[in-house]
């Protein structure tokens, strides 16, 4: 069975222009990583899920320590990255967050070290300009925000 992901992408009209709600991934392998390091609020489509969307809105407040914001999603449509189908949903959200508090995975580290740590999924979020998270986006999730441009090009948004 293919591996399937739910997303959630939040945007607004800031000072900067549209901007995105991003995350950067988390762990000693992107810890002084910038560009491609980070990745829309996503996790895994559980059996147990209702819908996709209460998937993306469970991982989101499991990655942001917050749930995601009352909102009107919309299905942005699915895409292939990574060996995943990510199915994505946005909505123009005006979000800030306290303290980013997400959930942890283990990994042994140093490699080969037989030391197991714990590492934040995600160990930074925020809004960023259209443009800058085109670059700081994973490269297989850039397509994601040319779906958003459209949409918004569609219904005359900025």
Known sequence: ????SAAILLHRRGARGREVWIAHMGGPFWARK???AWTLPKGLVEEDDV???AAARR???EEMGAPSPDAVYVPLGEFRASGKTFVVFAAEADFE???????EFEV???????????????????WHPLAVAHTKL?????????????????YGSD
């Open 1 to 4: 069975m293919a591996v399937r």
């Open 34 to 36: 910038d560009e491609g």
């Open 51 to 53: 819908d996709d969307l």
């Open 59 to 61: 991982e989101f407040a």
């Open 97 to 103: 967050l306290a303290e980013l508090v997400s959930n």
């Open 108 to 126: 042994e580290w140093p490699p080969r070290s037989g030391v197991i740590r714990t590492f934040p999924e995600v160990d930074d979020a925020g």
């Open 138 to 154: 994973a490269k297989g999730q850039r397509p994601i925000l040319d779906a958003l441009v459209r949409l918004l090009d569609e």
